[in-house]
């Protein structure tokens, strides 16, 4: 498994008219902490695309269990419980500054070629930074994009 943190500070224009974070805010939440979990670890979502692969977002859902508010520290821990074949799925959780557990989601990407215009397995450098968290060996070094 592979678990990343990333912290935002929620902004006044992601409330609504209740004080609350706008539900929709949430979804580009996730795709921040998607970008910096993969930058993390070692191949930005620019070496994706510098190898014309793209990661569509095929299906995502999201929990609401309490709101977010202006000015909160948000905590989302992204996890990769699995390592991706056809599909990355990523299992999110959204703590508030209490540390209480304020939503829970998942997003399932899918690797597309896209000169191709097909799916496609997702870069072999990408599964090789990422095989050391499902197995028992230390993690490889950054991966240098071309």
């Known amino acids: 498994m592979y678990a990343h943190e990333t912290t935002l500070r929620v902004r006044y224009g992601e409330t609504d008219a209740m004080g609350y974070v706008y539900h929709g805010n949430y979804a580009e939440w996730l795709e921040v902490a998607r970008v910096e979990l993969l930058r993390e670890i070692g191949m930005p979502y620019t070496c994706f695309e510098k190898l014309d692969i793209i990661m569509p977002v095929r299906e995502m859902s999201i ?10 520290l948000i905590t989302i ?7 991706p074949a056809f599909r990355v ?3 999110y959780e959204l703590y508030n500054e209490e540390l209480e557990l304020i939503s829970t989601a998942q997003v399932l990407l899918v690797p597309y070629n896209r000169s191709r215009k097909k799916p496609c397995m997702p870069p072999e450098d990408f ?3 990422l095989n050391p968290y499902f197995r028992d060996v230390k993690p490889l070094k950054v991966l240098e994009c071309l």
Do not use: N
């Open 127 to 129: 599964l090789k930074l």
């Open 89 to 91: 799925q990523l299992r």
């Open 63 to 72: 929990r609401y269990l309490k709101p977010a508010h202006y000015d909160e």
């Open 77 to 83: 821990r992204t996890f990769l419980d699995q390592l």
